[in-house]
């Protein structure tokens, strides 16, 4: 199986912080790598797919980039509603395996 | 509107069984791959099993081989998860999701139910 593992597990920032999240697979996953965001309670959405491809409706100040093994989520400009959990998930191989999750809370 | 929304889930014994249903509106089901995911109480996101859109194809996590079933009726719009000889660790929040699947993009879980909490507790 490919594991996933997110940096760091959690983190603090303020509004109209810039904010990254670093995303590492095991193995080689090319560009098969999606994001989440969770709230408290919440079923996660998604906010990217193939490591930098916005999915429709997402806040433009979220974009991803990466290839092979290493990946980041970055929000240009946190807004108070980005403060949630965040998960990155590879679609390379089955089984489907997501990393262990950011929380991202206010400072 | 596009929408899943699972039902059947509770409070169940250890090694009992449950069946948890996700009814999906809004979309042409029978066109999609379909997984269950889920999530324990204050723990991260697990897939568990998905399905092609016909149900020749089925895969599952380790963890659920051979205890747990996927299959889907298309004609009613619905995705299921038979799940037997339940274990405390299967507690959980169970998710639908929706998995586009394309060959460029890989597959994402792009649309999810509100989800369904099972409980195994004696």
């Known amino acids: 199986d490919i594991q996933m593992t997110q940096s760091p597990s959690s983190l603090s920032a303020s509004v109209g912080d810039r904010v990254t999240i670093t995303c590492r697979a095991s193995?080689?996953?090319?560009?098969?790598l999606n994001w989440y965001q969770q709230k408290p309670g919440k079923a996660p959405i998604l906010l990217i797919y193939?490591?930098?491809t916005l999915q429709g409706g997402v806040p433009s100040r979220f974009s991803g980039i990466g290839s092979g093994t290493e990946f980041t989520l970055t929000i240009s400009s946190l807004q108070p509603e980005d403060f949630a959990t965040y998960y990155c998930?590879?679609?390379?191989?089955?089984?489907?395996?997501f990393g262990q999750g950011t929380k991202l809370e206010m400072k | 509107e596009m929408q899943l929304v699972e039902f059947g889930g509770g409070l169940v014994q250890p090694g009992g069984s449950l069946r948890l249903s996700c009814a999906a509106s809004?979309?042409?089901?029978?066109?999609?791959?379909m997984s269950w995911v889920r999530q324990a109480p204050g723990k991260g996101l697990e897939w568990v099993a998905n399905?092609?859109?016909?149900?020749?194809?089925?895969n599952y996590v380790d963890s659920v081989k051979g205890r747990f079933t996927i299959s889907r009726d298309n004609a009613k719009n619905s995705l299921y998860l038979e799940m037997n000889s339940l274990r405390a660790e299967d507690a959980a929040v169970y998710y639908c999701?929706?998995?586009?699947?394309?060959?460029?993009?890989?597959?994402?879980?792009?649309?999810w139910g509100q989800g369904t909490l099972t409980a195994v507790s004696s």
């Open positions: 809004g979309f042409s089901f029978s066109s999609y791959w």
């Open positions: 999701a929706r998995e586009p699947n394309d060959f460029w993009t890989g597959t994402r879980f792009d649309y």
């Open positions: 399905i092609k859109q016909d149900g020749s194809e089925k």
């Open positions: 193939a490591a930098s």
């Open positions: 998930q590879q679609s390379y191989s089955s089984p489907r395996t």
């Open positions: 193995h080689n996953i090319i560009n098969y």
